[in-house]
């Protein structure tokens, strides 16, 4: 069913009500003019978690024919209080506009539908049957990466990062399993966060690859020094990373850590970017259930490409009264 009869036979809820009257008046009845312009604010999103965001709003955008143009919030996680890259909108210091309309343009249009959070909420419900941070389904998986395609680029900046990184690595068309194990705030069994995956759990499955399907390197993404550390004991020679990333032996989110390096808060969202999109080259993955592993799967549908092999740890999601903190 698409999105749109969805909520047109949704009409038990004020918001949706509102929502369908806004997209009547907007995109409908201007189809292809109206802007829909996204922010959200919320500061304890990690970068993949409001990447997943973005694209979710933007979906919204492309099925009501309306355009997207997109401002990360003043508390987004990863902005800074200068300007980077020419610009002080933090999804604008990895990526272009998602179409030729900017921030100030949208501005000036008399047809503008601000995103609200219950917006992506919908999307999530109709792809997925849920509304959940980790949640997602083959459909959802499909559809975003249809919206990258579409809707998605880094900017000269980012590209230029994001290449120069994979070709350090040096593995070219070498047959590369990509792991993604996070470890630090993983560890301290917040709610609604997935039930963390120890080292020697993922050890179990990426020797059964190197077995079976004879990869001839291990690329390594982790927020934490602890994890590397026993990867790089156990796979040695094997193994390749990026050195360059800021990672803690804490039991506390890297995201919001704090450090005297130049553009610290940028640096981090830009590290998670070559590290989600490095995944998305590797010819097989291995993730506990995570925003990077899921994003990194979504960008290798982008490319119209599949794993060879997938094995994502998933052991659920904690219950309990045990609520996030930043520290």
């Not at 009845?29 to 978690?49: P, S």
């Not at 919206?147 to 040096?170: C, D, H, P």
């Not at 799967?297 to 904690?318: N, P, S, T, V």
């Amino acid at each position: 069913m698409k999105l749109w009869n969805y909520l047109i036979h949704t009409q038990d809820d004020t918001d949706i009500n509102l929502l369908i009257d806004q997209i009547r008046n907007f995109g409908i009845n201007a189809r292809g003019t109206a802007v829909y312009f996204i922010e959200e604010d919320n500061k304890d999103l990690g970068f993949c978690a409001m990447y997943r965001a973005w694209l979710e709003y933007i979906y919204l955008a492309d099925v009501c024919g309306i355009i997207p143009v997109v401002q990360a919030g003043k508390h987004f996680a990863y902005g800074e209080d200068s300007v980077i890259n020419g610009t002080r909108n933090a999804f604008e210091y990895y990526f272009v506009q998602p179409t030729s309309i900017g921030v100030k343009e949208a501005g000036r249009k008399r047809n503008v539908l601000h995103s609200r959070v219950f917006h992506r909420e919908m999307v999530e419900l109709v792809l997925t049957g849920k509304c959940a941070h980790y949640g997602y389904t083959k459909r959802y998986m499909h559809e975003m990466a249809r919206i990258i395609r579409k809707y998605i680029n880094f900017n000269e900046q980012t590209q230029q990062f994001v290449n120069a990184g994979i070709e350090s690595l040096g593995i070219g068309e070498t047959k590369v399993l990509g792991v993604h194990i996070r470890g630090t705030d993983f560890r301290a069994k917040y709610d609604n966060h997935p039930v963390y995956v120890t080292e020697e759990e993922c050890f179990q499955e990426v020797d059964r690859l190197l077995t079976e399907r004879a990869y001839e390197k291990i690329f390594v993404a982790t927020d934490d020094t602890r994890i590397l550390k026993k990867f790089l004991a156990k796979y040695g020679e094997k193994m390749c990373f990026y050195e360059d990333v800021e990672r803690s032996d804490k039991n506390r989110s890297v995201a919001f850590s704090k450090n005297s390096r130049r553009q610290h808060r940028y640096l981090l969202g830009l590290e998670v970017v070559r590290d989600m999109y490095t995944l998305s080259k590797c010819t097989g993955l291995v993730a506990g259930i995570s925003q990077v592993a899921i994003c990194a799967q979504i960008h290798k549908l982008a490319d119209r490409h599949h794993y060879e092999d997938i094995k994502i740890i998933d052991k659920g999601i904690y219950q309990n009264s045990h609520n996030f903190i930043r520290l």
